[in-house]
């Protein structure tokens, strides 16, 4: 009678076999001969686009500075018409 030692050391033997034929087996020799080839990234959208991104963050920020002039201007406008009142007072 075979012992169970022996049967788990075959099995054991078997699944390290397979293992290894299907981490270096004839199917990835092709691939490694190729090389690695690099897909050139597909746009699919705009918020794939990172020029696309940069460039709508670049005018939201001038149309936010743009605002932040305006209301500058307007503020010290309406000081120099109403030079009683006072500002805030901390």
């Known amino acids: 009678m075979v012992g169970m030692g022996k049967i ?3 099995a054991l033997f078997i699944l390290a076999a ?3 034929w299907k981490a270096f087996g004839p199917g ?3 691939a ?3 090389g690695p080839q690099q897909q050139p990234r597909q746009i699919k959208g705009p918020d794939d686009d990172e020029e ?3 460039n709508l963050e670049k005018q939201r920020f001038k149309e936010r ?3 932040e002039a305006e209301e500058a201007k307007r503020r010290q406008a309406k ?3 109403d030079p009683d009142e ?3 007072t901390s």
């Open 8 to 10: 788990l050391l075959a």
């Open 18 to 20: 397979v293992l290894l």
């Open 28 to 30: 990835t020799w092709k």
């Open 32 to 34: 490694n001969q190729v």
């Open 52 to 54: 696309f991104l940069w």
């Open 65 to 67: 500075r743009a605002r």
């Open 79 to 81: 000081r120099r018409q």
């Open 86 to 88: 006072k500002g805030p």
